[in-house]
Protein backbone atom coordinates (compact mmCIF):
# COMPACT_ATOMS: atom_id res chain seq x y z
CA UNK A 1 0.00 0.00 0.00
CA UNK A 2 1.55 3.29 -0.76
CA UNK A 3 1.28 6.37 1.75
CA UNK A 4 -1.07 8.45 -0.24
CA UNK A 5 -3.48 5.29 -0.16
CA UNK A 6 -2.61 4.73 3.36
CA UNK A 7 -3.63 7.91 4.33
CA UNK A 8 -6.89 7.78 2.69
CA UNK A 9 -7.51 5.12 4.78
CA UNK A 10 -6.33 6.69 7.78
CA UNK A 11 -8.87 9.42 7.53
CA UNK A 12 -11.60 7.52 6.74
CA UNK A 13 -10.98 5.19 9.63
CA UNK A 14 -10.59 8.57 11.72
CA UNK A 15 -13.83 10.23 10.06
CA UNK A 16 -15.56 7.42 10.84
CA UNK A 17 -14.46 7.46 14.63
CA UNK A 18 -15.31 10.96 14.53
CA UNK A 19 -19.08 10.48 13.44
CA UNK A 20 -20.92 13.09 11.54
CA UNK A 21 -20.08 16.14 12.62
CA UNK A 22 -16.94 15.43 9.84
CA UNK A 23 -19.09 14.51 7.18
CA UNK A 24 -17.99 17.31 4.46
CA UNK A 25 -14.11 16.01 5.64
CA UNK A 26 -13.07 14.05 2.07
CA UNK A 27 -10.57 11.68 3.26
CA UNK A 28 -8.81 11.63 -0.30
CA UNK A 29 -8.59 15.60 0.29
CA UNK A 30 -6.57 15.00 3.58
CA UNK A 31 -4.21 12.80 1.80
CA UNK A 32 -3.50 14.98 -0.85
CA UNK A 33 -2.82 18.36 1.28
CA UNK A 34 -0.81 15.77 3.30
CA UNK A 35 1.30 14.91 0.81
CA UNK A 36 1.59 18.54 -0.73
CA UNK A 37 3.25 19.08 3.10
CA UNK A 38 5.52 16.83 3.51
CA UNK A 39 7.80 18.36 5.49
CA UNK A 40 6.56 20.23 8.66
CA UNK A 41 9.56 21.68 10.25
CA UNK A 42 12.84 23.18 9.00
CA UNK A 43 14.60 20.73 11.43
CA UNK A 44 13.40 17.84 9.26
CA UNK A 45 14.56 19.20 6.47
CA UNK A 46 17.82 19.77 7.70
CA UNK A 47 17.87 15.54 9.03
CA UNK A 48 16.37 15.07 5.08
CA UNK A 49 18.88 17.05 3.32
CA UNK A 50 21.95 16.03 5.62
CA UNK A 51 21.08 12.16 4.72
CA UNK A 52 21.17 13.21 1.07
CA UNK A 53 24.58 14.76 1.33
CA UNK A 54 26.25 12.12 3.13
CA UNK A 55 24.93 9.64 0.94
CA UNK A 56 26.62 11.44 -1.78
CA UNK A 57 30.03 12.02 -0.07
CA UNK A 58 29.93 8.12 0.12
CA UNK A 59 29.27 7.66 -3.90
CA UNK A 60 31.89 10.26 -4.48
CA UNK A 61 34.53 8.66 -1.93
CA UNK A 62 34.01 5.21 -4.20
CA UNK A 63 33.88 7.09 -7.58
CA UNK A 64 35.05 10.70 -8.29
CA UNK A 65 33.20 11.30 -11.10
CA UNK A 66 29.77 11.07 -9.57
CA UNK A 67 30.31 14.50 -8.17
CA UNK A 68 27.85 17.43 -7.11
CA UNK A 69 26.51 20.67 -8.04
CA UNK A 70 25.02 24.04 -7.03
CA UNK A 71 23.88 27.03 -8.28
CA UNK A 72 24.07 30.09 -5.68
CA UNK A 73 20.08 32.01 -4.95
CA UNK A 74 18.76 34.93 -3.66
CA UNK A 75 15.72 34.66 -3.38
CA UNK A 76 13.15 31.81 -2.86
CA UNK A 77 11.57 32.08 -6.14
CA UNK A 78 14.75 31.78 -8.01
CA UNK A 79 15.63 28.55 -5.98
CA UNK A 80 12.29 27.45 -7.18
CA UNK A 81 12.44 27.95 -11.02
CA UNK A 82 16.31 26.53 -10.69
CA UNK A 83 14.55 22.83 -9.23
CA UNK A 84 11.60 23.07 -11.75
CA UNK A 85 14.31 23.49 -14.58
CA UNK A 86 16.22 20.63 -13.11
CA UNK A 87 13.49 18.15 -13.08
CA UNK A 88 11.93 19.48 -16.10
CA UNK A 89 15.16 18.91 -18.20
CA UNK A 90 17.12 16.52 -16.06
CA UNK A 91 14.14 14.83 -14.63
CA UNK A 92 15.52 14.01 -11.11
CA UNK A 93 17.35 16.74 -7.92
CA UNK A 94 19.88 13.66 -7.81
CA UNK A 95 23.03 15.31 -6.69
CA UNK A 96 21.92 18.83 -7.35
CA UNK A 97 21.85 21.22 -4.21
CA UNK A 98 21.26 25.11 -3.62
CA UNK A 99 23.84 27.13 -2.36
CA UNK A 100 23.38 30.71 -0.46
CA UNK A 101 26.06 32.96 -0.91
CA UNK A 102 26.61 35.61 1.79
CA UNK A 103 27.68 37.96 -0.96
CA UNK A 104 23.94 37.85 -2.48
CA UNK A 105 22.89 37.77 0.52
CA UNK A 106 24.87 41.75 1.46
CA UNK A 107 24.17 42.67 -2.00
CA UNK A 108 20.48 42.27 -2.46
CA UNK A 109 18.72 41.17 0.71
CA UNK A 110 19.90 43.65 3.43
CA UNK A 111 18.01 46.74 4.71
CA UNK A 112 20.89 49.05 4.67
CA UNK A 113 20.64 48.49 0.55
CA UNK A 114 23.54 47.06 -1.36
CA UNK A 115 26.24 46.23 0.67
CA UNK A 116 29.82 44.96 -0.09
CA UNK A 117 30.53 41.63 0.70
CA UNK A 118 32.32 42.10 4.31
CA UNK A 119 29.83 41.06 6.85
CA UNK A 120 27.69 44.46 7.28
CA UNK A 121 24.52 42.91 6.58
CA UNK A 122 21.80 41.62 9.25
CA UNK A 123 22.82 38.19 10.21
CA UNK A 124 18.93 37.19 10.72
CA UNK A 125 18.57 37.60 6.87
CA UNK A 126 20.46 34.53 6.19
CA UNK A 127 18.44 32.35 8.65
CA UNK A 128 15.55 34.45 6.78
CA UNK A 129 16.41 33.40 3.39
CA UNK A 130 16.97 29.52 3.97
CA UNK A 131 13.68 29.49 5.36
CA UNK A 132 12.03 31.52 2.55
CA UNK A 133 13.98 28.97 -0.08
CA UNK A 134 12.09 26.03 1.56
CA UNK A 135 8.75 27.68 1.29
CA UNK A 136 9.02 28.43 -2.01
CA UNK A 137 10.43 24.94 -3.10
CA UNK A 138 7.95 23.00 -0.48
CA UNK A 139 5.41 25.02 -3.04
CA UNK A 140 6.42 24.28 -6.05
CA UNK A 141 5.62 20.06 -4.67
CA UNK A 142 2.51 21.55 -3.72
CA UNK A 143 1.94 23.30 -7.08
CA UNK A 144 2.97 20.02 -9.16
CA UNK A 145 1.04 17.45 -6.94
CA UNK A 146 -1.80 19.09 -7.60
CA UNK A 147 -1.51 19.03 -11.61
CA UNK A 148 -1.35 15.29 -11.12
CA UNK A 149 -4.26 15.27 -8.58
CA UNK A 150 -6.18 17.20 -11.17
CA UNK A 151 -5.28 14.96 -13.87
CA UNK A 152 -6.25 12.12 -12.31
CA UNK A 153 -9.33 13.72 -11.43
CA UNK A 154 -10.13 14.61 -15.21
CA UNK A 155 -8.74 10.87 -15.77
CA UNK A 156 -11.42 9.71 -13.50
CA UNK A 157 -14.20 11.81 -15.20
CA UNK A 158 -13.34 10.20 -18.23
CA UNK A 159 -13.13 6.31 -17.00
CA UNK A 160 -9.20 6.60 -18.61
CA UNK A 161 -8.13 3.33 -16.42
CA UNK A 162 -4.14 3.46 -18.51
CA UNK A 163 -4.31 7.36 -17.63
CA UNK A 164 -5.50 6.80 -13.94
CA UNK A 165 -2.51 4.17 -13.53
CA UNK A 166 0.29 6.40 -15.27
CA UNK A 167 -0.85 9.07 -12.86
CA UNK A 168 -1.37 7.14 -9.63
CA UNK A 169 2.71 5.90 -10.40
CA UNK A 170 3.39 9.42 -10.57
CA UNK A 171 1.83 10.45 -7.42
CA UNK A 172 3.70 7.43 -5.66
CA UNK A 173 6.65 7.58 -6.80
CA UNK A 174 6.93 11.89 -6.48
CA UNK A 175 10.42 13.37 -5.83
CA UNK A 176 10.23 16.13 -3.87
CA UNK A 177 11.87 19.48 -5.21
CA UNK A 178 13.70 20.09 -1.60
CA UNK A 179 17.62 19.52 -1.88
CA UNK A 180 20.29 19.92 0.45
CA UNK A 181 21.71 23.80 0.76
CA UNK A 182 24.94 24.70 1.86
CA UNK A 183 24.46 28.08 3.76
CA UNK A 184 27.21 30.80 4.31
CA UNK A 185 27.63 31.97 7.54
CA UNK A 186 30.97 34.32 6.49
CA UNK A 187 33.25 34.24 9.09
CA UNK A 188 30.66 33.35 12.22
CA UNK A 189 29.71 37.24 12.53
CA UNK A 190 31.08 37.40 15.83
CA UNK A 191 32.55 35.06 18.40
CA UNK A 192 32.16 31.57 18.89
CA UNK A 193 28.86 32.58 20.99
CA UNK A 194 27.34 34.44 17.96
CA UNK A 195 28.36 32.21 15.57
CA UNK A 196 26.72 28.98 17.59
CA UNK A 197 23.35 31.53 17.91
CA UNK A 198 23.34 32.13 14.05
CA UNK A 199 23.79 28.18 13.33
CA UNK A 200 20.95 27.01 15.00
CA UNK A 201 18.57 29.74 13.56
CA UNK A 202 20.15 28.61 10.14
CA UNK A 203 20.06 24.91 11.29
CA UNK A 204 15.93 25.54 12.16
CA UNK A 205 15.22 26.97 9.12
CA UNK A 206 16.68 23.58 7.05
CA UNK A 207 20.40 24.03 6.71
CA UNK A 208 22.01 20.83 6.70
CA UNK A 209 25.31 22.28 5.69
CA UNK A 210 27.58 25.19 6.70
CA UNK A 211 30.23 27.08 5.15
CA UNK A 212 32.54 29.04 7.14
CA UNK A 213 35.87 30.41 6.34
CA UNK A 214 38.83 32.02 8.86
CA UNK A 215 38.30 35.34 8.65
CA UNK A 216 38.31 38.02 11.20
CA UNK A 217 34.27 38.85 11.67
CA UNK A 218 35.23 42.13 11.75
CA UNK A 219 37.52 42.41 9.00
CA UNK A 220 35.77 40.14 6.65
CA UNK A 221 36.29 40.85 3.01
CA UNK A 222 35.47 38.99 -0.20
CA UNK A 223 37.17 36.00 -1.00
CA UNK A 224 38.03 37.74 -4.47
CA UNK A 225 39.05 40.63 -2.58
CA UNK A 226 42.13 42.10 -1.14
CA UNK A 227 43.06 43.00 2.56
CA UNK A 228 41.62 39.69 3.75
CA UNK A 229 42.99 38.70 7.30
CA UNK A 230 42.88 35.37 9.10
CA UNK A 231 42.18 34.28 12.08
CA UNK A 232 44.98 31.48 14.03
CA UNK A 233 43.93 27.83 14.23
CA UNK A 234 42.51 27.71 17.34
CA UNK A 235 39.93 30.77 17.03
CA UNK A 236 38.87 29.20 14.07
CA UNK A 237 38.41 25.41 15.38
CA UNK A 238 36.43 26.93 18.14
CA UNK A 239 33.56 28.36 15.66
CA UNK A 240 33.81 25.22 14.10
CA UNK A 241 32.73 23.84 17.46
CA UNK A 242 30.52 26.05 18.00
CA UNK A 243 28.56 24.61 15.02
CA UNK A 244 28.73 21.61 15.85
CA UNK A 245 27.46 21.92 19.23
CA UNK A 246 24.33 23.52 17.43
CA UNK A 247 23.59 20.64 14.92
CA UNK A 248 24.11 18.29 18.09
CA UNK A 249 22.02 20.29 20.50
CA UNK A 250 19.29 20.33 17.39
CA UNK A 251 19.50 16.77 16.63
CA UNK A 252 21.28 16.86 13.28
CA UNK A 253 24.01 14.43 14.15
CA UNK A 254 24.89 14.34 10.73
CA UNK A 255 24.90 17.91 9.71
CA UNK A 256 27.51 18.83 7.52
CA UNK A 257 30.71 21.86 8.06
CA UNK A 258 32.28 23.05 5.57
CA UNK A 259 35.35 24.47 6.52
CA UNK A 260 37.18 27.60 3.97
CA UNK A 261 40.31 29.22 4.17
CA UNK A 262 41.30 32.16 2.33
CA UNK A 263 44.85 31.92 3.29
CA UNK A 264 45.44 31.93 -0.57
CA UNK A 265 45.35 35.48 -1.04
CA UNK A 266 44.75 36.59 2.73
CA UNK A 267 48.93 37.85 3.70
CA UNK A 268 47.28 39.50 7.04
CA UNK A 269 46.87 38.19 10.49
CA UNK A 270 44.97 40.67 13.35
CA UNK A 271 46.91 38.31 16.12
CA UNK A 272 49.88 35.74 17.02
CA UNK A 273 48.49 32.36 17.75
CA UNK A 274 49.79 30.88 20.81
CA UNK A 275 52.88 28.41 20.95
CA UNK A 276 53.96 26.05 24.05
CA UNK A 277 56.44 24.15 22.36
CA UNK A 278 58.32 24.28 19.15
CA UNK A 279 56.43 22.54 16.46
CA UNK A 280 52.91 22.82 17.64
CA UNK A 281 50.03 24.06 15.61
CA UNK A 282 50.53 27.99 16.99
CA UNK A 283 54.34 27.98 16.26
CA UNK A 284 53.40 26.49 12.34
CA UNK A 285 51.10 29.74 12.21
CA UNK A 286 53.25 32.26 13.50
CA UNK A 287 55.96 30.36 11.36
CA UNK A 288 54.87 31.81 8.03
CA UNK A 289 55.47 35.16 9.57
CA UNK A 290 57.02 37.96 7.62
CA UNK A 291 59.68 38.82 10.65
CA UNK A 292 63.00 40.09 11.03
CA UNK A 293 65.80 38.47 12.97
CA UNK A 294 67.20 41.26 16.17
CA UNK A 295 68.92 41.48 18.84
CA UNK A 296 67.72 42.73 22.41
CA UNK A 297 69.59 46.17 21.72
CA UNK A 298 67.10 46.22 18.31
CA UNK A 299 64.11 46.09 20.19
CA UNK A 300 61.95 50.03 19.82
CA UNK A 301 58.88 51.02 22.14
CA UNK A 302 55.93 48.83 21.64
CA UNK A 303 57.89 46.63 19.77
CA UNK A 304 55.97 42.52 20.14
CA UNK A 305 59.03 39.29 19.47
CA UNK A 306 58.70 36.19 19.22
CA UNK A 307 61.89 33.40 20.06
CA UNK A 308 62.10 30.47 17.52
CA UNK A 309 65.49 28.38 17.93
CA UNK A 310 66.84 30.60 20.23
CA UNK A 311 66.60 33.51 17.67
CA UNK A 312 64.47 36.89 18.58
CA UNK A 313 62.66 37.91 16.03
CA UNK A 314 60.22 40.90 15.07
CA UNK A 315 57.26 40.21 13.13
CA UNK A 316 56.35 42.86 10.77
CA UNK A 317 53.24 45.01 12.19
CA UNK A 318 51.45 47.78 9.66
CA UNK A 319 50.13 51.40 11.23
CA UNK A 320 46.29 49.08 11.63
CA UNK A 321 48.28 46.47 14.15
CA UNK A 322 48.13 43.41 12.08
CA UNK A 323 50.81 41.53 11.22
CA UNK A 324 52.39 40.46 7.94
CA UNK A 325 52.61 36.66 6.36
CA UNK A 326 55.69 35.78 3.94
CA UNK A 327 54.77 36.45 0.15
CA UNK A 328 54.67 32.70 -1.25
CA UNK A 329 53.88 31.06 1.70
CA UNK A 330 49.57 30.96 0.38
CA UNK A 331 49.75 27.25 -0.34
CA UNK A 332 51.03 25.99 2.43
CA UNK A 333 48.66 27.88 5.01
CA UNK A 334 46.04 26.43 2.87
CA UNK A 335 47.15 23.46 3.36
CA UNK A 336 47.66 23.35 7.10
CA UNK A 337 43.97 25.14 7.61
CA UNK A 338 42.70 22.40 5.72
CA UNK A 339 44.10 19.44 7.26
CA UNK A 340 43.58 20.93 11.26
CA UNK A 341 39.93 21.56 9.93
CA UNK A 342 39.50 18.01 9.12
CA UNK A 343 40.86 16.82 12.29
CA UNK A 344 38.92 19.25 14.63
CA UNK A 345 35.40 18.29 13.11
CA UNK A 346 35.28 19.55 9.88
CA UNK A 347 33.48 17.33 7.05
CA UNK A 348 34.17 18.87 4.07
CA UNK A 349 36.81 21.71 2.64
CA UNK A 350 36.88 24.86 0.77
CA UNK A 351 39.70 26.04 -0.75
CA UNK A 352 39.29 30.13 -2.29
CA UNK A 353 41.19 30.29 -4.85
CA UNK A 354 42.44 33.19 -7.17
CA UNK A 355 42.17 30.89 -10.42
CA UNK A 356 40.53 28.10 -12.03
CA UNK A 357 43.73 25.70 -12.30
CA UNK A 358 43.15 22.51 -11.96
CA UNK A 359 46.83 21.98 -11.61
CA UNK A 360 46.69 24.50 -8.68
CA UNK A 361 44.08 23.00 -6.88
CA UNK A 362 45.31 19.11 -7.17
CA UNK A 363 48.58 20.23 -5.77
CA UNK A 364 47.17 21.63 -2.50
CA UNK A 365 44.80 18.92 -2.14
CA UNK A 366 47.02 16.24 -2.72
CA UNK A 367 49.25 17.42 0.20
CA UNK A 368 46.03 17.57 2.23
CA UNK A 369 45.22 13.74 1.16
CA UNK A 370 48.41 12.50 2.44
CA UNK A 371 47.10 13.09 6.15
CA UNK A 372 43.44 12.44 5.34
CA UNK A 373 42.93 10.34 2.31
CA UNK A 374 39.35 10.69 2.44
CA UNK A 375 39.56 14.72 1.96
CA UNK A 376 36.57 16.59 0.30
CA UNK A 377 36.68 20.07 -1.79
CA UNK A 378 33.64 22.65 -2.06
CA UNK A 379 34.72 24.46 -5.19
CA UNK A 380 33.83 28.07 -6.18
CA UNK A 381 33.89 28.13 -9.94
CA UNK A 382 33.68 32.00 -9.32
CA UNK A 383 32.07 34.43 -11.36
CA UNK A 384 34.69 36.83 -10.22
CA UNK A 385 37.48 34.87 -12.27
CA UNK A 386 37.47 35.08 -16.24
CA UNK A 387 36.86 32.30 -17.22
CA UNK A 388 37.66 32.78 -20.99
CA UNK A 389 40.59 35.02 -20.49
CA UNK A 390 41.92 32.56 -17.63
CA UNK A 391 41.73 29.20 -20.03
CA UNK A 392 42.93 30.72 -23.50
CA UNK A 393 45.98 31.74 -21.34
CA UNK A 394 46.25 28.55 -20.14
CA UNK A 395 45.69 26.66 -23.11
CA UNK A 396 48.70 29.68 -24.61
CA UNK A 397 50.85 28.16 -21.95
CA UNK A 398 50.28 24.58 -22.74
CA UNK A 399 50.98 25.20 -26.65
CA UNK A 400 54.14 27.47 -25.99
CA UNK A 401 55.07 24.61 -23.41
CA UNK A 402 55.14 22.22 -26.31
CA UNK A 403 57.14 23.80 -28.15
CA UNK A 404 54.22 25.05 -30.49
CA UNK A 405 54.06 28.29 -32.54
CA UNK A 406 52.18 31.09 -30.67
CA UNK A 407 53.22 33.54 -32.87
CA UNK A 408 49.18 34.13 -34.05
CA UNK A 409 48.35 35.00 -30.81
CA UNK A 410 48.89 37.77 -28.09
CA UNK A 411 48.65 36.69 -24.55
CA UNK A 412 47.51 39.84 -22.83
CA UNK A 413 44.39 40.10 -25.77
CA UNK A 414 43.13 36.57 -25.70
CA UNK A 415 39.97 37.75 -24.30
CA UNK A 416 39.21 39.71 -27.72
CA UNK A 417 36.26 38.00 -30.27
CA UNK A 418 39.12 37.88 -33.05
CA UNK A 419 40.13 34.50 -31.18
CA UNK A 420 36.96 33.09 -30.95
CA UNK A 421 36.89 30.91 -33.55
CA UNK A 422 40.51 29.30 -33.30
CA UNK A 423 42.00 26.46 -32.20
CA UNK A 424 43.42 27.78 -29.15
CA UNK A 425 39.70 29.42 -28.18
CA UNK A 426 38.29 26.28 -29.05
CA UNK A 427 40.30 24.45 -27.09
CA UNK A 428 40.32 26.92 -24.12
CA UNK A 429 36.35 26.25 -24.08
CA UNK A 430 36.46 22.22 -24.57
CA UNK A 431 38.58 22.57 -21.17
CA UNK A 432 35.89 24.85 -19.44
CA UNK A 433 33.20 22.69 -20.37
CA UNK A 434 35.26 19.41 -18.79
CA UNK A 435 36.34 21.45 -15.61
CA UNK A 436 33.85 20.12 -13.40
CA UNK A 437 34.43 16.65 -14.47
CA UNK A 438 38.36 16.79 -14.81
CA UNK A 439 39.06 18.70 -11.42
CA UNK A 440 36.73 16.16 -9.69
CA UNK A 441 38.81 13.47 -10.89
CA UNK A 442 42.19 15.26 -10.60
CA UNK A 443 41.42 17.63 -7.48
CA UNK A 444 39.21 15.90 -4.74
CA UNK A 445 36.24 18.22 -5.73
CA UNK A 446 33.19 16.47 -4.28
CA UNK A 447 31.13 19.93 -4.78
CA UNK A 448 31.09 22.59 -7.47
CA UNK A 449 29.11 25.40 -7.02
CA UNK A 450 28.93 29.24 -8.95
CA UNK A 451 28.26 31.44 -6.15
CA UNK A 452 26.50 34.29 -7.73
CA UNK A 453 25.50 33.10 -10.89
CA UNK A 454 22.04 34.31 -10.38
CA UNK A 455 23.04 37.45 -9.89
CA UNK A 456 24.18 37.98 -13.52
CA UNK A 457 21.50 36.33 -15.59
CA UNK A 458 18.98 38.36 -13.34
CA UNK A 459 20.50 41.29 -14.82
CA UNK A 460 21.73 40.09 -18.03
CA UNK A 461 17.78 38.99 -19.03
CA UNK A 462 16.16 42.73 -17.76
CA UNK A 463 18.96 44.34 -20.00
CA UNK A 464 17.77 42.58 -22.62
CA UNK A 465 14.40 43.03 -21.93
CA UNK A 466 14.92 46.95 -21.39
CA UNK A 467 16.94 47.42 -24.62
CA UNK A 468 13.98 46.70 -26.69
CA UNK A 469 10.85 47.59 -25.00
CA UNK A 470 12.26 51.43 -24.29
CA UNK A 471 12.97 51.48 -27.66
CA UNK A 472 11.45 50.71 -31.51
CA UNK A 473 10.78 47.09 -30.32
CA UNK A 474 8.27 47.92 -27.49
CA UNK A 475 5.68 45.13 -26.49
CA UNK A 476 7.29 42.78 -28.93
CA UNK A 477 10.80 42.71 -26.88
CA UNK A 478 8.52 41.41 -24.65
CA UNK A 479 6.36 38.71 -26.85
CA UNK A 480 8.92 37.45 -28.88
CA UNK A 481 12.06 37.60 -25.66
CA UNK A 482 10.08 36.66 -22.75
CA UNK A 483 6.61 35.26 -23.66
CA UNK A 484 6.89 33.03 -26.71
CA UNK A 485 10.01 31.36 -25.46
CA UNK A 486 8.29 30.78 -22.13
CA UNK A 487 5.22 28.61 -24.27
CA UNK A 488 7.64 27.44 -26.71
CA UNK A 489 9.76 25.95 -24.14
CA UNK A 490 7.67 25.01 -21.56
CA UNK A 491 8.39 27.85 -18.83
CA UNK A 492 6.00 27.13 -16.02
CA UNK A 493 6.41 30.54 -15.04
CA UNK A 494 3.94 31.65 -18.32
CA UNK A 495 1.22 30.35 -16.27
CA UNK A 496 2.27 32.92 -13.18
CA UNK A 497 -1.74 32.76 -11.50
CA UNK A 498 -1.08 28.82 -11.75
CA UNK A 499 2.69 29.19 -10.59
CA UNK A 500 1.72 31.82 -7.47
CA UNK A 501 -0.78 29.32 -6.46
CA UNK A 502 -4.08 30.20 -7.77
CA UNK A 503 -5.11 26.42 -8.49
CA UNK A 504 -3.95 25.56 -5.16
CA UNK A 505 -6.55 27.88 -3.56
CA UNK A 506 -9.26 26.92 -5.86
CA UNK A 507 -8.86 23.19 -4.77
CA UNK A 508 -8.46 24.35 -1.35
CA UNK A 509 -11.78 26.44 -1.38
CA UNK A 510 -13.21 23.26 -3.28
CA UNK A 511 -12.24 21.22 -0.18
CA UNK A 512 -13.68 23.57 2.55
CA UNK A 513 -16.83 24.89 0.72
CA UNK A 514 -18.06 22.14 -2.10
CA UNK A 515 -20.48 23.63 -4.66
CA UNK A 516 -20.29 27.01 -3.40
CA UNK A 517 -16.71 27.68 -3.53
CA UNK A 518 -15.98 30.84 -5.57
CA UNK A 519 -12.96 30.15 -7.71
CA UNK A 520 -10.96 32.35 -9.78
CA UNK A 521 -9.72 29.47 -13.01
CA UNK A 522 -13.06 29.90 -14.62
CA UNK A 523 -13.94 30.19 -18.18
CA UNK A 524 -12.84 33.84 -17.52
CA UNK A 525 -9.70 33.49 -16.18
CA UNK A 526 -7.25 34.92 -19.32
CA UNK A 527 -4.62 31.82 -18.28
CA UNK A 528 -6.72 29.77 -19.97
CA UNK A 529 -5.27 30.89 -22.81
CA UNK A 530 -2.20 29.23 -22.31
CA UNK A 531 -3.75 25.09 -21.80
CA UNK A 532 -2.90 23.33 -24.87
CA UNK A 533 -5.82 23.39 -26.37
CA UNK A 534 -5.43 26.48 -26.88
CA UNK A 535 -2.28 26.89 -27.78
CA UNK A 536 -2.58 23.68 -30.49
CA UNK A 537 -5.99 25.56 -31.77
CA UNK A 538 -4.31 28.43 -33.34
Same mark, same amino acid.
Given at each position: ????? $?????????????????????? /?????????????????????????????? #????????????????????????????????????????????????????????????????????????? /???????????????? +??????????????????????????????????????????????????????????????? *???? @?????????????????????????????????????? *??? #???????????? &???? $???????? !?????????? +???????????? @? #???????? #??????????? %??????? &?????????????????????????? /???????????????? $???? %????????????????????????????????????????????????? /???? @?????????????????????? +??????????????????? !???????? +?????????????? !?????????????????????????????????????????????????
Amino acid at each position: MTVYQ $KDIEDVEALKQQVGSSWDAINP /ESVARMRAQNRFKTGLEIAQYTADIMRKDM #GEYDADSSIYTQSLGVWHGFIGQQKMISIKKHLKTTNKRYLYLSGWMVAALRSEFGPLPDQSMHEKTAVPALV /EELYTFLRQADARELD +LLFTALDNARIVGDDAKIATLTGQIDAFETHVVPIIADIDAGFGNPEATYLLAKKMIEAGACA *IQIE @NQVSDEKQCGHQDGKVTVPHEDFIAKINAVRYAFLELG *IEN #GIIVSRTDSLGA &GLTQ $KLAVTNQP !GDLGDQYNSF +LDVDEITEADLG @N #GDVVIKRG #GKLLRPKRLAS %NLFQFRS &GTGEARCVLDSITSLQNGADLLWIET /EKPHIGQIAAMMNEVR $KAIP %NAKLVYNNSPSFNWTLNFRQQAYDALLAEGKDVSAYDRAKLMSVDYDET /ELAL @NADEKIRTFQRDSSKEAGIFHH +LITLPTYHTAALSTDDLAK !GYFADQGM +LAYVKGVQRREIRE !GIATVKHQNMSGSDLGDNHKEYFAGDAALKAGGVNNTSNQFDEPALSSH
